[in-house]
Nanobody, 127 residues
Framework: QVQLIESGGGLVQAGGSLRLSCVDS????????MGWFRQPPGKEREFVAA????????FYSDSVKGRFTISRNNANNTVSLQMNSLKSEDTAVYYC????????????????????WGQGTQVTVSS
């Protein structure tokens, strides 16, 4: 079965940086859209960023645009989220997600478009 495993979460002070990684252990990492979502304490899960089959096709929520960068490495079957200039509002459980279908990024900010989900990794930003 497809398994998505996140890592890299932790505690960081405001203004600092963290890099999250997600490894697809169940298939060859190739032409499917991958995304990151997050769920702050007491709030609903929200879209953060997504990337298609090319590193040049990326999408970000307004709240993280200019601070976060999503990337993928097909050789390592890994998608990453570089988070800079972190704020206390970024505190959340971060989830990696993946499409089953290939060569499509329609609905990249919709939870229902993603077929596979990781277990989540906690990011805590102190003010």
């Amino acid at each position: 079965q497809v398994q998505l495993i996140e890592s890299g979460g932790g505690l960081v002070q405001a203004g600092g940086s963290l890099r999250l990684s997600c490894v697809d252990s169940g298939r060859t990492f190739s032409k499917n859209t991958m995304g990151w979502f997050r769920q702050p304490p007491g709030k609903e899960r929200e879209f953060v960023a997504a990337i298609a089959w090319s590193d040049s096709i990326t999408f970000y929520s307004d709240s993280v645009k200019g601070r976060f960068t999503i990337s993928r490495n097909n050789a390592n079957n890994t998608v990453s989220l570089q988070m800079n200039s972190l704020k206390s509002e970024d505190t959340a459980v971060y989830y990696c997600a993946a499409y089953a279908r290939l060569y499509s990024y329609a609905g990249f900010d919709e939870e229902g478009q993603y077929d596979y989900w990781g277990q989540g990794t906690q990011v805590t930003v102190s003010s």
